[in-house]
């Protein structure tokens, strides 16, 4: 009866000592592998590919005539995205165009008038001073008895007529000058408000295209032929595929040795864990994920639960790896972070650059300019060339008459 005890006995030290060395061995991995690898490591799930989304939207008020791009579809800055109708705008611009030219003529009129008071200034000031010397002859000629006392009388009431006529020219001319002094015909003011009424009709016009700030991929397109469309309202997105990054939110209590500059590796759900992309961190999003919330916690109302917060690390991603493996904003990764690496970065450091092409655009920069030579050209066809020394010499004169 003792074999079998003994047979029992000896089969569950077996096993205990088996388990004692899974359990050894395993430990003892799990050691190694913290000192040789986890320790230096920082990982989470909790990481997506994200990037820029470029919203278009509309900038002039218009029906929707004509789509061009379509989603997927891939699309170079400044083409034409949608086409609104515009024969409203059209029209609008033909107004302010005439508008433009009817205010140069009207002002041209009022330099017109000023040549037409300083001359008439300068005619009244002669005949004042025919009647003047007339006046000194005849007092000349009174006291010879050559000339009677009732011309004398006369001369001297024409003189005070004559000074009144010249005052009054002086006013007029004054008048005028006050609309159009310090100023020549093309910079003045009544010219420029029409400009720029010209300038926002031909923006509108030209905006009545829509088109791209970015290059990209067209995403979410939300407008349809025929519908009306104002500014501001979302025609759709453009994304560029060839700047993405990661975000990877990280337990705060594994922030410690989280720095700008560190390598990182990522691997995507969508290829496995096969295949992989070298990052860089970029930099530390000032602050967790929940301040940012559309409804921030407040802590101060009683009602406080402690939770262990995740703060947000961008980590760019290699345009070229990009390339032979493409990613889209929104899929899943798992991201590590190189902490044993030391690096010369602190926390708040950023080593993020905006130097690619979605960070600006240059679309819209040639349509004032274009509206700005369009109403110059309407401003020389309207000017009536007159001569420059009329002006001079007319007011020349009238500085010495004032005198």
């Given at each position: 009866m003792s074999h079998p005890r003994k047979t029992i006995r000896a089969k569950r030290t077996f096993l205990l000592r088996l388990v004692f060395a899974g359990v050894v061995i395993g430990v003892s991995a799990a050691l190694f592998r913290w000192l040789a690898y986890d320790r230096n490591w920082v990982t989470t799930d909790n990481a997506f590919v994200t990037g820029n989304i470029i919203p278009v939207q509309a900038d002039a008020t218009g029906v929707v005539a004509k789509v061009l791009a379509e989603e997927t579809q891939m699309v170079e800055?400044?083409?034409?995205?949608?086409?609104?109708?515009?024969?409203?705008?059209?029209?609008?611009?033909?107004?302010?165009?005439?508008?433009?030219?009817?205010?140069?003529?009207?002002?041209?009129?009022?330099?017109?008038?000023?040549?037409?008071?300083?001359?008439?200034?300068?005619?009244?000031?002669?005949i004042r001073e025919r009647t003047l010397h007339d006046l000194s002859r005849y007092k000349q000629a009174s006291l010879n008895g050559a000339a009677s006392r009732q011309l004398l009388q006369n001369t001297e009431d024409q003189l005070a007529a004559q000074d009144a006529d010249v005052k009054e020219a002086r006013a007029e001319f004054q008048a005028v000058q006050a609309r159009v002094g310090g100023v020549s015909l093309i910079n003045h003011p009544?010219?420029?408000?029409?400009?720029?009424?010209?300038?926002?009709?031909?923006?509108?016009?030209?905006?009545?295209?829509?088109?791209?700030?970015?290059?990209?991929?067209?995403?979410?397109?939300?407008?349809q032929v025929g519908q009306r469309v104002r500014p501001g309202d979302p025609i759709m997105n453009i994304v560029p595929l060839d700047h993405l990054w990661v975000e990877a939110n990280l337990w705060e209590n594994r922030m410690e040795k989280v720095r700008p500059g560190q390598a990182a590796v990522i691997r995507t759900d969508l290829y496995g864990s096969g295949e992989t992309y070298r990052g860089v961190v970029q930099g530390l999003v000032?602050?967790?994920?929940?301040?940012?919330?559309?409804?921030?916690?407040?802590?101060?109302?009683?009602?406080?639960?402690?939770?262990?917060?995740?703060?947000?690390?961008?980590?760019?991603?290699?345009?070229?790896?990009?390339?032979?493996?493409?990613?889209?904003?929104?899929?899943?990764?798992?991201?590590?972070?190189?902490?044993?690496?030391?690096?010369?970065?602190?926390?708040?450091?950023?080593?993020?650059?905006?130097?690619?092409?979605?960070?600006?655009?240059?679309?819209?920069?040639?349509d004032l300019a274009e509206a700005k030579a369009h109403a110059d050209d309407i401003v020389r066809k309207n000017i009536v060339r007159e001569a420059a020394e009329t002006d001079s010499r007319c007011l020349a004169e009238r500085e010495v008459s004032a005198r």
């Open positions: 800055t400044g083409d034409v995205l949608v086409r609104l109708d515009a024969q409203r705008a059209q029209a609008a611009l033909g107004q302010a165009e005439a508008e433009l030219a009817r205010a140069v003529r009207n002002v041209g009129a009022l330099f017109a008038s000023r040549r037409q008071a300083c001359q008439k200034i300068t005619a009244r000031t002669a009544d010219v420029e408000a029409a400009k720029a009424r010209f300038n926002e009709a031909y923006v509108e016009f030209v905006r009545q295209n829509i088109r791209a700030p970015a290059s990209g991929y067209v995403a979410k397109r939300r407008v000032p602050g967790s994920g929940s301040v940012f919330a559309t409804l921030p916690p407040d802590n101060a109302t009683g009602n406080f639960i402690r939770i262990v917060q995740r703060v947000p690390v961008r980590i760019s991603l290699d345009p070229e790896e990009l390339k032979q493996k493409p990613l889209r904003p929104g899929l899943s990764t798992v991201a590590s972070i190189n902490v044993g690496a030391p690096v010369a970065k602190q926390p708040n450091d950023s080593i993020v650059r905006t130097a690619a092409s979605e960070y600006s655009t240059d679309v819209y920069e040639k």
